[in-house]
């Protein structure tokens, strides 16, 4: 299967692995794809009050919430879960199928999928740790087996300079209504509350804050 990768305005054309039940096409209405590259897939999903999905799978997932949420989840075997996650918290969850039922007010959440059967990636000459130190603060929320999740408090002017790089990707989700700015790939694009932004590992970025914000970053390494 083939999927269209949209980064900067750029459509780009990747391979991905297929999955019968996969979520993006058994229930396209809650869930859509907004970045992907070789490892990762990142999935909005977008629930009304009461909203019903269909029974579909996810590879192990970070799950990003942007609200409150209240949800079922009903098992291939019939049994159910509930779940009740806030607002910048994040769930890891393993791979598996579930159909889930929202049961509270309007749901927002980002799904970062680890892509099962991805190449161990080999180092990246030059990268630079974490961001960390004078103008950022980094606090854990959560760890999984492929990365983890950090709340990131940059001050304004908190800077990474260009052609920076990572020896991992990062999936970054402004919690603020003021965003840093991100250079990559030739373009600059301010960084809004509500969305989701992928910066592959080993790409050349630069990151700028013009004022003081938070994000919630999963690092998958």
Same mark, same amino acid.
């Given at each position: 299967m083939?999927?269209?990768?949209?980064?900067?305005?750029v /459509?780009?054309?990747?391979?991905?692995p297929? +999955?019968?039940?996969?979520?993006v096409k058994?229930?396209?209405?809650h869930?859509?794809t907004v970045?992907?590259n !070789?490892?990762v897939?990142?999935?909005? /999903?977008t629930?009304?009050a009461?909203?019903?999905?269909v029974?579909?799978?996810h590879p192990?997932t970070?799950?990003?919430?942007?609200?409150?949420?209240?949800?079922?989840?009903?098992?291939p075997d019939?049994?159910?879960?509930?779940a009740?996650?806030k607002?910048?918290?994040v769930?890891?969850a393993p791979?598996g199928k579930?159909?889930? !039922?929202?049961?509270?007010?309007?749901l !927002?959440?980002?799904v970062?999928e680890v &892509?099962?059967?991805?190449?161990?990636?080999?180092?990246v000459?030059g990268a630079?740790?974490?961001?960390s130190?004078?103008?950022?603060? +980094?606090?854990?929320?959560?760890?999984?087996p @492929?990365?983890e999740?950090?709340?990131l &408090?940059? !001050?304004a002017?908190f800077s990474?300079?260009a052609g920076s790089? @990572?020896?991992?990707?990062a999936v970054v989700?402004?919690?603020?209504?003021?965003?840093?700015?991100?250079?990559?790939?030739g373009?600059?694009?301010?960084?809004? &509350?509500?969305?989701?932004?992928?910066i592959s590992?080993?790409?050349?970025?630069?990151?700028?804050?013009t004022?003081?914000?938070e994000s919630?970053v999963v690092?998958?390494?």
């Amino acid at each position: 299967m083939k999927q269209a990768l949209l980064v900067f305005g750029v /459509a780009l054309v990747i391979a991905s692995p297929a +999955r019968a039940q996969d979520p993006v096409k058994v229930d396209s209405k809650h869930y859509k794809t907004v970045a992907e590259n !070789e490892r990762v897939r990142v999935l909005k /999903a977008t629930y009304s009050a009461g909203d019903k999905s269909v029974m579909h799978e996810h590879p192990d997932t970070f799950a990003v919430f942007l609200t409150d949420a209240k949800a079922r989840f009903t098992l291939p075997d019939g049994s159910t879960t509930e779940a009740t996650p806030k607002a910048r918290e994040v769930l890891v969850a393993p791979a598996g199928k579930h159909n889930p !039922e929202n049961l509270g007010g309007a749901l !927002e959440v980002f799904v970062v999928e680890v &892509k099962p059967g991805a190449k161990a990636p080999a180092p990246v000459k030059g990268a630079v740790p974490s961001p960390s130190g004078t103008g950022v603060t +980094r606090t854990p929320i959560v760890t999984g087996p @492929h990365g983890e999740a950090v709340l990131l &408090k940059t !001050e304004a002017g908190f800077s990474e300079p260009a052609g920076s790089t @990572h020896d991992y990707d990062a999936v970054v989700v402004p919690m603020t209504a003021v965003g840093a700015e991100l250079t990559m790939g030739g373009k600059t694009v301010t960084m809004k &509350k509500g969305e989701a932004y992928l910066i592959s590992r080993g790409a050349p970025h630069a990151v700028k804050a013009t004022a003081a914000g938070e994000s919630v970053v999963v690092y998958i390494k």
